[in-house]
């Protein structure tokens, strides 16, 4: 059997691009990443979170704007591999009129029958009843504030929602 995914976004639980405008929180480095022509992204990161990441018991996959670019950019800098990513196409950015997230319907594609659980910080309702009407399996949407990134606490429900999955 296989261990559950997880879905991760970058700006938001990885980068707590909210926090402030001038320093970045503590234990975090910051990097500046040029994905477009113009001014660079300012990206606040913590070395740490990869291995946490890594130890919770998931198979983990980019669930981002980023998508692959994450590999490059976020990836050696958190201490994760290279990951595989949700392939948004179409659907990235794309607004829907039942108000669920843009990403839902693509993480639910990619996840199949698989246990996953998918941090972000633009979840909302709407995703949830999506996500519980249309997944036959265990899922969590784990909300992480932009303001403080992923804590402790994320860490800990995100390895009780691991070891409780069946797989």
Known sequence: ????????DVDGPLNPY??????????YTTILVALRPGRPLRVWLHPGHGRALLGLGFDLCWATTWMDAANRWIAPVVGLPELPYVDFGDTLL????????WKTGAILTYAGRRPFAWVDDEQSPADAAYVATRHPGPALLHHVNPRTGLRESDFETLARFAAAAPG
Do not use: I, Q
């Open 18 to 27: 909210a926090a402030g405008p001038r320093r970045p929180p503590e234990g």
């Open 1 to 8: 059997m296989s261990r559950p995914l997880l879905f991760l």
């Open 94 to 101: 794309a607004e829907r009129p039942d108000g669920v997230h």
